[in-house]
């Protein structure tokens, strides 16, 4: 046991060795919301550890026995048409070797008009992108972690070009039963392009990914928090439409202070009824909602509300996602008991 534990730990400080932000590398696809579940919660959500197969893709230390024989279809129709989704299964061979996982997430860009550095049209072109994943998590001995991970093989093709990309996720888990508290941890998108996009290679998203959640003890309530991108601490960017400017024609840009970057790390979630037929999922997102917000304007960028109905063997969910005044996101899934 000391042994894996020292392996763990040393494997999250290679990863805080390499940290990354959005938009900073490719395959950006792969830290995508997974499920509807997830979305509703704030878009990451680390703790869940019960019959949902596809948390098992955003932290592979919540694979386990309960998903056995669960399917997991999700599609998300996401911003400016594009369209994207997951599909995740788990089976468990025996009480000894436990339980396998595997998943799918995809995503199409749709068809763009195409034209040369002179303004010729040189015909339409789409993009789209896969990850396939498999997984397997394990109980350290005579304790309550649990740790897991997932090797994931990505392909993108993007007009004509096309790359090919391996990565590993890491998760670790702590349940205690007795509080029915949860705290996690995921390293996840740990790789390399195994082929490039035109010769220059580029890094993965990297992130770094910490939970709590809790169920109250005379309240069905499930709360979430979760800490997310503390592989780089500032992650906040002065946004050129807050600048001020005095009687002189200076301006002076935004300025995001210790709290205002503290913040933009967090996404609280809560979920009533968890354990029920019928679940209400709401979720906000700080960093999502700082970002997206418009000056002088409410507009509830950052929140999310979801619901989740049981239905004999299938449970279906949906949430609404606001991100700005223009643009909302809804989020479908189903989960088929195949047992």
Not at 103 to 112: A, E, L, P
């Amino acid at each position: 046991m000391p042994k894996t534990i020292t392996t763990f730990v040393c494997l999250i400080l290679t990863a805080l060795s390499f940290a990354q932000v959005g938009g900073e590398s490719t395959y950006q696809f792969l830290n995508l919301v997974s499920s509807p579940r997830q979305a509703a919660l704030g878009g990451k959500v680390l703790t869940n550890y019960d019959y949902d197969v596809t948390q098992g893709l955003y932290n592979p230390a919540t694979i386990n026995a309960e998903m056995d024989n669960q399917l997991a279809l999700n599609y998300t129709s996401y911003l400016g048409g594009i369209g994207y989704g997951t599909a995740a299964y788990a089976y468990t061979y025996d009480r000894h070797v436990q339980t396998f996982h595997a998943g799918i997430t995809y995503i199409n860009y749709g068809n763009f008009d195409g034209y040369d550095e002179e303004g010729n049209e040189t015909g339409s072109f789409s993009g789209s992108e896969a990850a396939l994943s498999l997984g397997y998590a394990f109980n350290i001995p005579w304790t309550d972690f649990y740790i897991g991970a997932n090797v994931k093989l990505i392909t993108s093709r993007l007009e004509q070009y096309s790359s090919l990309g391996a990565a590993a996720d890491f998760g670790a888990i702590y349940i205690n039963d007795d509080l029915d508290f949860h705290a996690a941890l995921a390293i996840r998108n740990v790789g390399t392009q195994i082929t490039t996009y035109a010769g220059s290679n580029e890094s993965l998203p990297l992130e770094i990914d910490f939970g709590m959640s809790q169920k109250l003890e005379n309240v069905p309530i499930r709360w979430h928090f979760t800490m997310e991108n503390l592989q780089t601490w500032k992650i906040a960017r002065p946004n050129p439409a807050r600048s001020t400017s005095d009687l002189n024609g200076n301006q002076t840009n935004e300025k995001v202070g210790f709290l205002g970057n503290a913040i933009r790390h967090v996404i609280l979630g809560a979920e009533l009824f968890p354990e029920r037929g019928f679940n209400i999922r709401v979720g906000y997102n700080f960093r999502r909602a700082e970002e997206l917000r418009i000056v002088d304007q409410r507009n509830f960028s950052g929140l999310s509300v979801g619901i989740g109905v049981k239905l004999n063997k299938m449970r279906f969910s949906y949430t609404h996602a606001r991100y700005t005044s223009a643009a909302n996101t809804s989020f479908f899934g189903l989960n088929i008991d195949l047992q």
